[in-house]
């Protein structure tokens, strides 16, 4: 069973910054697909960025710019480096991983983000 627990979420003032990091407990290179969604109260989950095994990253319009998505190997982690934050990024935060044809979620985390 392959578990992702996220962490850094909090309360930050608009512009302030966060880094969200995702702990997995398998080796990174299994997984295919790492992501961070988010869903907010009232609307649907959405991607918020991604990155792929090769490297390459996708973000949503609504955070390019501002968030960077990256991981380490070594550690096993996935980070969210989120910058110059906006009350609409309000919101709990998921850890995505496509591991083959499974989807693994972790158990989110807040961020709220107050103007």
């Known amino acids: 069973q392959v578990q992702l627990v996220e962490s850094g979420g909090g309360l930050v003032r608009s512009g302030g910054s966060l880094r969200l990091s995702c702990a997995a407990s398998?080796?990174?290179?299994?997984?295919?697909?790492m992501g961070w969604y988010r869903q907010a109260p009232g609307k649907e989950r959405e991607l918020v960025a991604r990155?792929?095994?090769?490297?390459?990253?996708n973000y949503a319009d609504s955070v390019k710019g501002r968030f960077t998505i990256s991981r380490d190997s070594a550690k096993n982690m996935g980070y969210l480096q989120m910058n110059n934050l906006k009350p609409e990024d309000t919101a709990v935060y998921y850890c995505?991983?496509?591991?083959?044809?499974?989807?693994?979620w972790g158990q989110g985390t807040q961020v709220t983000v107050s103007s």
């Open positions: 398998v080796y990174i290179f299994r997984i295919n697909v």
């Open positions: 995505n991983a496509e591991i083959g044809r499974n989807n693994y």
């Open positions: 990155i792929i095994s090769g490297g390459s990253t």
